[in-house]
């Protein structure tokens, strides 16, 4: 098993230009979530989806977008990149919301 | 409002010492609490798990504590080595109230752990 793979690993973009983050988990787990990490701040949820064709907001949801159209997949779109998002971001997915969350290996984001 | 707290934020610790982490919640109703270890450049991996009936679980060098009255877990580093210097991660997860329920963790700030030579 690939556990939960992110891509790409480093990204660099331009104020206004939008992207999106992908994330994949081949370990059959409904629930998947994403998160960005600021240094002094911890792990802050931005969109979670608890299964195929449901997704719910975090606590850091502006500037993002989420869909869930697999059960493998779960792609966050920056739709007007912004200095204020640039972060490391995790995809992480679980069996439920409160069991282990496996994390992916991350991906750091710069906004100039 | 759901909340955990670590401290201390940061410490320093010579190869070979204990240390010991702190975290100390107000998530209810509560289900379980992990400690998760997150190496530099990587995605954070889950060490142990204590839920409500548990008070002490050890694993390898790591031993981890519950107070569920006090609302208090640690995490104690025997024989610190150099590759547990990492940040550590108290998370915690509220019980499930209604189907389908969404987020249900509420994450600590973290502890950065540096073990010098």
């Known amino acids: 098993n690939a556990g939960v793979t992110q891509t790409p690993k480093f990204q660099v973009l331009k104020t206004g230009q939008s992207m999106t983050l992908q994330c994949a988990q081949d370990?059959?787990?409904?629930?998947m979530s994403w998160y960005r990490q600021d240094p002094g701040m911890g792990l802050r949820l931005i969109h979670y989806?608890?299964?195929?064709?449901?997704?719910d907001q975090g606590e850091v949801p502006n500037g993002y977008n989420v869909s869930r159209s697999t059960t493998e997949d779960f792609p966050l779109r920056l739709l007007s990149a912004a200095p204020s998002q640039t972060s490391v971001y995790f995809c992480?997915?679980?069996?439920?919301?409160?069991?282990?969350?496996?994390f992916g290996p991350g991906t750091r984001l710069t906004v100039t | 409002k759901n909340q955990v707290e670590q401290s201390p934020q940061s410490l320093i610790i010579l190869e070979g010492k204990n240390c010991t982490l702190q975290?100390?919640?107000?998530?209810?109703?509560?289900?379980?609490l992990r400690w998760y270890k997150q190496d530099t450049g990587r995605g954070p991996v889950s060490l142990t798990i204590?839920?409500?009936?548990?008070n002490t679980k050890s694993n390898r060098r790591y031993t981890a504590t519950l107070d569920a009255d006090t609302k208090q877990s640690s995490l104690h580093i025997t024989a610190s080595q150099l590759s547990d210097s990492a940040s550590y991660i108290c998370?915690?997860?509220?019980?499930?109230?209604?189907?389908?329920?969404?987020?249900?963790?509420?994450f600590g700030g973290g502890t950065r752990v540096l073990v010098k030579p």
């Open positions: 204590m839920t409500f009936s548990e």
């Open positions: 992480a997915s679980s069996y439920n919301g409160g069991d282990e969350q496996y």
């Open positions: 989806s608890v299964g195929a064709g449901i997704t």
């Open positions: 975290c100390n919640y107000t998530v209810s109703p509560f289900s379980n």
């Open positions: 370990m059959n787990h409904e629930y």
């Open positions: 998370v915690v997860s509220a019980a499930e109230m209604i189907k389908a329920a969404g987020n249900k963790l509420t």
